[in-house]
């Protein structure tokens, strides 16, 4: 009886234990689930999501200091990191599709952006995206 009990009490704080790191883990907010493959292909597709909104490439280069409409996207998961204080070039990117105009980079203007890949884009879509610009140091 009493080997049963401590079992018990074994098998419940192992329980517990895991419990608690899966937790821990559903808070990490790096890109677990992004595919920076599927991110590239989406990235250079000229048109993108059910609203047929412009992709990426239409406004963005991968050529440094080269400027279509934004900015060059070279070396820009380097960069992600130090614009805004307290905030990982992970959070900085995902932010920056998912609501353009809360930082404008320096010398360009809030509006000229696609607005909507928030809500066209899956949240898949968007790791992934944030996967690939995460590759572009
Ligand atoms: C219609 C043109 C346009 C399209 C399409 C567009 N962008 Fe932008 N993007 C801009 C402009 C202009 C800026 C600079 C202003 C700002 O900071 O929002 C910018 C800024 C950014 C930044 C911040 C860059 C930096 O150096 O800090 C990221 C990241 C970004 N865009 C990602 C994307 C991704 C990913 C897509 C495709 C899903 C996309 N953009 C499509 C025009 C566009």
């Given at each position: 009886m009493r080997k049963f009990t401590l079992l018990t009490i074994v098998l419940v704080v192992l329980a517990l234990t895991l419990v608690a790191c899966g937790g821990s883990d559903s808070d990490?907010?790096?890109?677990?689930?992004?595919d920076a493959a599927a991110g590239d292909a989406l990235y250079h597709q000229t048109v993108i999501g059910p609203a047929s909104a412009p992709g990426c490439v239409t406004c963005h280069s991968?050529?440094?200091?080269?400027?279509?409409?934004?900015?060059?996207?070279?070396g820009v998961a380097t960069r992600a990191e130090t614009?805004?204080?307290?905030?990982?070039a992970e959070e900085y990117l995902r932010e920056s599709i998912m609501?353009?105009?809360a930082h404008i980079v320096e010398g360009f203007t809030p509006g000229?952006?696609?607005?909507n890949y928030a809500t066209d884009l899956t949240p898949q879509e968007i790791d992934n995206l944030v996967a690939y610009l995460l590759t572009l140091k």
């Open positions: 990490d907010t790096a890109v677990a689930g992004g991968l050529e440094p200091d080269t400027v279509i409409v934004g900015p060059s996207h070279a614009y805004v204080a307290g905030m990982s609501t353009p105009d000229v952006m696609y607005q």
